[in-house]
């Protein structure tokens, strides 16, 4: 169609491999795999291969069926319709604004807690914790608003800090060992209760991602061999990487030294002291913080692509469907994106402590992060990929059973359960409202 909005092809295998792996892989996880124990090591091996693997297959089968812009939106659009469509892009796209406030709530919190005391006394002060995730946030979209050939730059060096991560983590736990022996019994099989069935759910998000390049495939530079070549370099890394670090964080300190909040400076300042390194500890917080601000970029860039192609369907307002004459990046998608991460990120320190409001997007961020799956696996299953998707959607089922289970330590589980339920409930009503007022004008058109 002449006059089609189109994005500039800049990615190659190793930048897409790069995207992958810092969509996926978040530092934010390890100390939460760390408080729950050597169990969450067979977790982890469980949910790549029953999860991560079956999303991969699923994703390069979709990327080379539908290689234009829109990942999720366009699949669903095109196998079942434009209102499943929209609500598929709609729940994923706030699912990355649930995510974004509570990972970089935790990446700025590693820094302000590893930084020196001054600075982990600031990091108590809610003005100043939150002040700064809105910084990280912002800085992560903006390097993307100027176009991908800056911006992928950010995922690139994003996803090298979080090798450096495991890399330093790995190093530092080996060390340990020799001089001292591990901190923990590696007895890796789980112990089945309700709190590992809580965390079940965060273990399988955390293996998600591999749709977020999948999204990317109108800046492929070919789109079909790109995403198959990325997704095969990077799935192995990613499962690797949680297991690894895991590890480290056991050899390190016991399960009940590990805060699920403040793992990295407890990991961090033990090490050091053992090893009389009082640089580890910075070191990592800034190695921390690097790999955060890819994430939230690399996320944030992938999911502004959905808004752009309902923009250019006109489900949504024009200006979604937008290119910047000079960028070349559908830049309203992203300030959008950015602007209600950060009105969230406001709205639930409202009522509640710290933990509790961190706890809530978690589970917000799962129950609609993982409603889009059951589109993707269904999507996969036309285009054959049986087993894939007998695996994956079996995991999101669970996955989405297991958020609405409130951790231990909330003590108003009514108020919990409320919020997702009422939040739920807003998801689905607002997409509905959406698209009703805006199918009129609906044109659909590939995108790219």
Known sequence: MPNQPALKRELGVRDLALFSIVCITSARWLPIAGHAGPGSIALWILAAILF???????????????????????????????????????SYWLSCAFLFPSAALLYIRVGFSMFGRTAARAGD???????????????????????????????????????????????????????????TALHILPKWDWGT?????????????????GMMA??????????????WLATPLVAAFYVATTISFLVILPPERISEFNGFADVGNSAGALLHAPWLSPLIALLVILG????????????SRMPFAAGVDRLLPAAFGKVHPRWGTPYISILTLGAFATLLLVVFQLGDSMRAAYDEMVSLMVITGFLPYIYIFASAWKVGRRVSVLSGM???????????????????????????????????????????????????????
């Open 52 to 90: 991560m693997v079956p999303l991969t297959i699923a994703v390069a089968a979709l990327v080379a069926k539908y290689p234009g812009a829109g990942g999720l939106y366009l699949w669903t659009r095109e196998d079942f319709g434009p209102w499943q469509g929209f609500l598929a892009f709609w």
């Open 125 to 183: 002060d809610r003005a100043y914790l939150v002040s700064a995730t809105i910084l990280l946030v912002w800085i992560a979209l903006g390097s993307n608003i100027v176009g991908m050939k800056v911006g992928k730059w950010t995922e690139n060096i994003g996803a090298l800090a979080t090798g450096g991560v495991a890399f330093l983590l790995v190093a530092t736990a080996w060390m340990v060992w020799t001089r001292r022996g591990p901190a």
């Open 197 to 213: 069935v809580n965390f079940w759910a965060a273990i399988a998000y955390a293996m998600s991602g591999m749709e977020c390049p």
């Open 218 to 231: 109108a800046e492929m530079r070919d789109p079909e061999r790109t995403m198959r070549h990325a997704g």
């Open 292 to 303: 955060g601000a890819g994430l939230v970029g690399g996320i944030g860039t992938a999911a």
């Open 394 to 448: 079996g995991m999101t089922l669970l996955a989405i059973f297991c958020s609405v289970v409130p951790p231990s330590d909330v003590s108003n589980r009514w108020l919990f359960e409320a919020k997702l339920a009422a939040a739920t409930i807003v998801v689905v009503g607002s997409a509905w409202l959406v698209y009703r007022a805006n199918k009129k004008a609906v044109r659909y058109a590939p995108v790219g």
